[in-house]
């Protein structure tokens, strides 16, 4: 079996949804594929998406990305739409819990982010004021760190496994993965861009195999021993697809980005 990965599909906009189908993603019924988030905020834009993906692939795996949690002039609040999103995968057939395929365990891993993850200091704050998720996303009461509390929902898959394993995330885990603010025509994505307790847990769990998206910038490199992958839909190519593992294969060789 070959896992591929693949994120922020968008497929609220059209043009996506039209660049989805004309890739077909013909010829694996065999393999799985791990969408890292941001497929639509619309339940049922999301639903069509991942039970079309569903059909092509013998398993699919999926986390929320911030769209999936807007909630825009409902009554819910962000973590009810996060629990009737995990429904809406369940009856589409998509796994949003660990699973072993192909000798190896996909593990999804909740995420989101935290402005503690601008180590460097220098996201620009001014820059957050047209930010969705401050409008369309609301959180309970209750939660005062959004992060931590979908970290606490991780815990009970944050452990050795028997075999290698590839672990997944909407969000950003290291702040090494996101350009210093000079590179970035968005200068405050490092504030909303991810936390560090992602990177915690993936070292507890110590895969061979990161992926995760959020940013829109594509990265396939190594760092301390983890092959962290991020690989956002494109609608103009015509394999939109990134290969992350094989049976039978430790790892695969990966090109490195900046």
Same mark, same amino acid.
């Given at each position: 079996?070959?896992?591929?990965?693949?994120?922020?599909?968008?497929?609220?906009?059209?043009?996506? $949804?039209?660049? #989805?189908?004309?890739?077909?993603? *013909? =010829?694996? %019924?065999?393999?799985?594929?791990? !969408?890292? +988030?941001?497929?639509?905020?619309?339940?049922?834009?999301?639903?069509?998406?991942?039970?079309?993906?569903?059909?092509?692939?013998?398993?699919?795996?999926?986390?929320?990305?911030?769209?999936?949690?807007?909630?825009?002039?409902?009554?819910?609040?962000?973590?009810?739409?996060? $629990?009737?999103? #995990?429904?809406?995968?369940?009856? *589409? =057939?998509? %796994?949003?819990?660990?699973?072993? !395929?192909? +000798?190896?365990?996909?593990?999804?891993?909740?995420?989101?982010?935290?402005?503690?993850?601008?180590?460097?200091?220098?996201?620009?704050?001014?820059?957050?004021?047209?930010?969705?998720?401050?409008?369309?996303?609301?959180?309970?009461?209750?939660?005062?760190?959004?992060?931590?509390?979908?970290?606490?929902?991780?815990?009970?898959?944050?452990?050795?496994?028997?075999?290698?394993?590839?672990?997944?995330?909407?969000?950003?885990?290291?702040?090494?993965?996101?350009?210093?603010?000079?590179?970035?025509?968005?200068?405050?994505?490092?504030?909303?861009?991810?936390?560090?307790?992602?990177?915690?847990?993936?070292?507890?769990?110590?895969?061979?195999?990161?992926?995760?998206?959020?940013?829109?910038?594509?990265?396939?490199?190594?760092?301390?021993?983890?092959?962290?992958?991020?690989?956002?839909?494109?609608?103009?190519?015509?394999?939109?697809?990134?290969?992350?593992?094989?049976?039978?294969?430790?790892?695969?060789?990966?090109?490195?980005?900046?």
């Amino acid at each position: 079996m070959r896992i591929y990965a693949i994120s922020d599909l968008h497929t609220d906009f059209r043009e996506n $949804r039209a660049a #989805l189908e004309r890739a077909g993603l *013909a =010829g694996h %019924r065999d393999d799985a594929l791990i !969408v890292a +988030g941001d497929v639509a905020d619309n339940e049922a834009v999301l639903r069509d998406t991942l039970e079309w993906l569903a059909g092509r692939f013998a398993e699919v795996f999926f986390v929320p990305g911030n769209h999936e949690l807007w909630v825009r002039g409902e009554q819910r609040d962000s973590m009810e739409k996060f $629990r009737s999103v #995990l429904r809406v995968c369940d009856q *589409a =057939g998509v %796994r949003t819990e660990p699973a072993r !395929v192909g +000798g190896a365990w996909v593990v999804p891993l909740f995420s989101w982010y935290h402005e503690e993850f601008d180590v460097r200091g220098e996201a620009v704050e001014e820059e957050l004021e047209a930010w969705s998720d401050r409008y369309f996303c609301k959180w309970p009461p209750a939660i005062r760190r959004v992060d931590e509390a979908f970290l606490r929902m991780n815990e009970p898959r944050v452990h050795a496994y028997d075999a290698p394993v590839i672990t997944f995330s909407h969000f950003v885990p290291r702040p090494d993965l996101v350009p210093s603010v000079h590179r970035l025509s968005f200068k405050g994505l490092a504030l909303v861009a991810g936390s560090a307790g992602i990177e915690a847990q993936i070292r507890r769990i110590q895969p061979r195999v990161h992926v995760f998206g959020h940013t829109h910038i594509p990265s396939d490199q190594v760092i301390d021993g983890v092959r962290y992958v991020q690989n956002y839909f494109v609608r103009t190519s015509p394999d939109p697809l990134k290969l992350v593992w094989t049976s039978g294969e430790a790892e695969l060789a990966a090109p490195m980005f900046c």
